[in-house]
């Protein structure tokens, strides 16, 4: 009995599904869940797990997004600070202490204000022609500044309840914060395989110029793209940041790195045309995994230092094995 | 009244004068050739009138009414499309995705793709071309022909009213050629008119009906095909006559020289098979052969940039090792000069004196160091000795025009001093006047005891240039000849494919 040896096709198919940068993920990440169970059961207690899943949350949420800007063949550093920016105006709306919006405003402002501020990314890129590396990375330092001045040297601790359970709340006792990404995953998968903005995606990222001649709306298609990282940002910020008791000014700091991490190891092409969303969850999911695996390990104040080192090492391997995976490319 | 009417173009870059008061109409159902030389402007008439820039001056007019010129998306939707010379396709899209790309078909307003109706319209253009391609693959791995037909079949899938075709066939072999214009010429009896832009003039003389010269940006004149000759229409793009000695060669040839090539039952599974074949030095061999024969990847065989079964490759009478390199190869005095110049001969966007010593860097290097004065004095040179026109050695090389970037391609290798050219396709694209000089270069080398395997597509060169022609078909040599009893029937003939080989 050798099924896998007498049928070629059936070989042909296994060998891809190795040189597949998605398998290769899923086969890692449970390499890490069987040895952690095995270390120390309580690794995979339903309650560990879902810890896990809630910090993951935030991180799908905008690689979904950072993963199209990519497509196109441009990056996005500024969701970092992004975050932190969102995160203070949305504190200051709902506050009690200062504006006192109610939380449903505060919510729909936070969301306004992503889509404007990816706009204006996505503007300086499109229409000024920027390169995207720099525009986000005046944005990255302008945004954390911003930041400062909305918080004034002062934490927000009076979050009003509503918003409180957009982070802490469950539906059918699932965190509501899962019950989003789902959401954003599902919206993500239409946009890539079943809706004509993915492929003009796609096809932008892959050949400019071709698309260029193919008539297709390059500089609008970019604005769309940054203003929806915008957008998915204020998401993930409504609800990561109320799982906190307190706003400060350093929320989302490092967010970027670790977003372009979990993009690239998941087998997005950083010159674009080339990525997978499968690959990029797993990749949110595995990046997130080891900071608890680090935690597990009780490295004490060490786990956050190791932690970058690791990301590090991931982003260049991701990159190394891209010539081995390239094969696998279709979206 | 015709159905496309460009009155007055006039159109610059920067201080350059690209056309000058040109006018050109198509009448419905009409082939109408473009013609003229590299420069001569017909990219850019063709930019103007499919909207990828607006004229500086001048109108457009598709049945009476104004295009929206410099907006390619509406003058798509107006119904006039452009195939581009360089295949205008998306690598990491598959096929059915590169031919629907920007104007997908989709249910509840375009919010929800119809994919099954994407693959039957994939289908059945490419059925329509005659054309098998895989059409889930990412076109990125498909040939170059292949990616032309993409391209081609992205346009026929337009409802389109003019069809503007920048040498499509430049890249194909004869039988996709003629199932390309078995499906133009449907679109011609629906009344679609056809402007037509090829080098080969048998295809002009064999389908247009009237065709419109260009040189430097002017007029020439429109003339019914009929009323001219061959000859005639050669003197209007150059604006003198060809210089008619050009084909006689002569050739004092010793038999019994030693070969300074040798290669020997030379296999790759499934790519070509048992290839046997010597060059001496001095000679021209003609590799003929459809498309896909094989041509390309034995050179790069040869050069060691694709793996060989098995085989012997032998230089100068010492063998190549296993396994070697392509900076063996360069030692040996061999030089490869690509089809796809684009892609695989030039960096575009560096400067021509880079991309002329890029090959022999070491020879201009000094202790930590480049020697930009003999570099430049190196470059120079060979900008004057291989005519290559550019406004400074400094220019980028895209900046130049198509003939002037073979030069390059092949100037860079003519500086190490090879013995042994390996030429694929080397005038592929350019303009007669370019082709002539390339034609020139190629006999200067091999008069200077080089010796020259030469892969082209295009029947007349072959048979004018080489001393004794090779036919390959599916990977095996089908036939020799020597070049002066060479015919292009018989090359032909060897070249296609038998009939059923497996049947009987």
């Known amino acids: 009995m050798n099924p896998s040896g007498s049928n070629p096709k059936v070989q042909q198919a296994w060998f891809s599904l190795l040189k597949s940068r998605t398998a290769g993920l899923a086969c890692f990440t449970t390499l890490i869940l069987v040895w952690m169970s095995l270390w120390n059961p309580t690794f995979l207690a339903w309650s560990n797990l879902r810890d896990i899943a809630v910090a993951a949350a935030p991180v799908c949420i905008i690689s979904c997004g950072l993963m199209l800007v990519l497509v196109l063949g441009e990056i996005d550093i500024s969701v970092g600070s992004m975050m932190g920016v969102l995160a203070a105006a949305m504190g200051a709306m709902a506050s009690a202490s200062r504006w006192h919006l109610p939380p449903g405003v505060a919510m729909v402002g936070t969301l306004i204000l992503g889509v404007f501020i990816g706009a204006i990314n996505g503007w300086l890129v499109a229409y000024l022609k920027v390169p995207s590396i720099m525009v986000t990375l ?105 799982q906190l008791s307190v706003v400060d000014a350093g929320i989302g700091v490092g967010m970027e790195l670790l977003v372009v991490t979990c993009v690239v190891v998941g087998g997005t092409a950083v010159s674009g045309g080339i990525g997978n969303l499968s690959g990029v969850l797993l990749g949110a999911l595995l990046m997130t995994m080891i900071s608890t695996v680090l935690i597990f390990m009780k490295l004490g104040e060490n786990a956050t230092y190791w932690s970058r080192a690791i990301q590090g090492l991931f982003i260049l391997g991701a990159i190394l094995l891209e010539p081995w995976t390239r094969s696998r490319k279709k979206p | 009244m015709s159905l496309l009417v460009a009155q007055q173009i006039h159109h610059s870059y920067g201080g350059t004068q690209a056309l000058c008061d040109v006018s050109l109409e198509i009448e419905p159902g009409e082939w109408h050739a473009l013609c003229g030389e590299n420069g001569a402007g017909k990219s850019t008439l063709i930019k103007i009138i499919s909207g990828v820039e607006p004229p500086d001056q001048g109108s457009v007019t598709l049945d009476g009414n104004p295009l929206p010129m410099g907006r390619i ?42 994919r099954d109706r994407m693959a039957r319209g994939a289908r059945q253009v490419m059925h329509q071309l005659g054309e098998d391609l895989p059409l889930e693959q990412p076109v990125g791995e498909l040939s170059l022909a292949q990616r032309q037909m993409v391209s081609i079949a992205r346009a026929l899938l337009n409802d389109c009213r003019i069809l503007i075709l920048d040498e499509p066939t430049a890249s194909l072999s ?77 050739l004092p040839r010793e038999e019994q020289a030693p070969a300074l090539l040798e290669v020997q039952g030379l296999s790759r599974a499934g790519v070509f098979d048992h290839i046997d074949f010597a060059i001496q030095s001095g000679e021209i061999l003609g590799l003929s052969g459809l498309v896909g024969a094989g041509r390309t990847e034995i050179a790069r065989a040869i050069f060691g940039l694709d793996p060989i079964d098995t085989g012997s490759i032998t230089m100068d009478g010492q063998p190549m090792p296993e396994g070697f390199q392509i900076h063996d190869a360069m030692d040996r005095g061999m030089a490869l000069v690509p089809e796809d110049r684009q892609r695989q001969g030039l960096i575009l966007p560096e400067s021509v004196e880079d991309n002329l010593t890029l090959p022999s860097l070491k ?65 592929r694209g350019v303009d007669i006047g370019a082709k002539e000089e390339v034609h020139r270069m190629i006999r ?61």
């Open chain 2, 363 to 427: 020879a201009f290097s000094k202790f930590l160091g480049l020697d930009r004065d003999s570099r430049g004095k190196a470059a120079h040179g060979l900008i004057q000795r291989m005519g290559i026109k550019t406004a400074k050695p400094s220019s980028p090389a895209q900046s130049l025009s198509g003939g002037n970037q073979q030069k390059i391609v092949l100037g860079k290798w003519v500086y190490r001093q090879p013995r042994l050219f390996l030429l694929d396709e080397p005038t």
């Open chain 2, 73 to 114: 998306h509406a003058v798509e939707q107006a119904g006039v499309v452009a195939v581009h010379q360089e295949p205008v396709v998306f690598p990491h899209l598959s096929t059915i995705d590169n031919v629907f790309v920007g104007r997908e078909p989709g249910r509840l307003g375009g919010l929800w793709l119809d």
């Open chain 2, 174 to 250: 004869a039988r996709e050629t003629q199932s390309l214009f078995r499906a133009i010429k449907q679109l011609q009896a629906q009344g679609v008119g056809i402007l037509y832009v090829s080098h080969r003039l048998e295809e002009i003389f064999q389908m247009a009906d009237r065709v419109t010269v260009l040189r430097d940006g002017r007029m020439v004149g429109t003339h019914s095909i009929a009323s001219i000759q061959r000859s005639d229409l050669i003197q209007m793009m150059v604006g003198r006559p060809l210089d008619a000695s050009s084909a006689a060669r002569p």
């Open chain 1, 138 to 242: 005046g944005m990255l330092t302008a945004l954390r500044g911003v930041t400062e001045v909305i918080m004034g040297g002062q934490w927000i601790t009076d979050l009003p309840p509503e918003l409180r359970s957009l982070g802490t709340g469950t539906w059918l006792g699932i965190p509501i914060c899962l019950w989003v990404t789902a959401a954003v995953v599902l919206i993500s998968l239409w946009l890539i395989h079943r809706s004509t903005l993915g492929r003009r995606i796609y096809a932008i990222g892959s050949h400019p110029k071709a698309a260029r001649l193919a008539g297709l709306p390059i500089a609008r298609t970019q604005c769309l793209v940054f203003a929806w990282t915008g957008f998915l940002t204020a998401v993930a910020t409504l609800v990561s940041v109320p």
């Open chain 2, 444 to 504: 200067t080398l091999a008069r200077s005891g080089s010796a020259i395997l030469l892969i082209s597509s295009d029947m007349p060169e072959i048979l004018q240039l080489s001393d004794r022609i090779l036919v390959l078909c599916q990977g095996r040599i089908r036939g020799e000849v020597t070049g002066s009893q060479a015919t292009a029937e018989q090359l032909l003939e060897w070249a296609l494919p038998p009939e059923r080989p497996d049947a009987a």
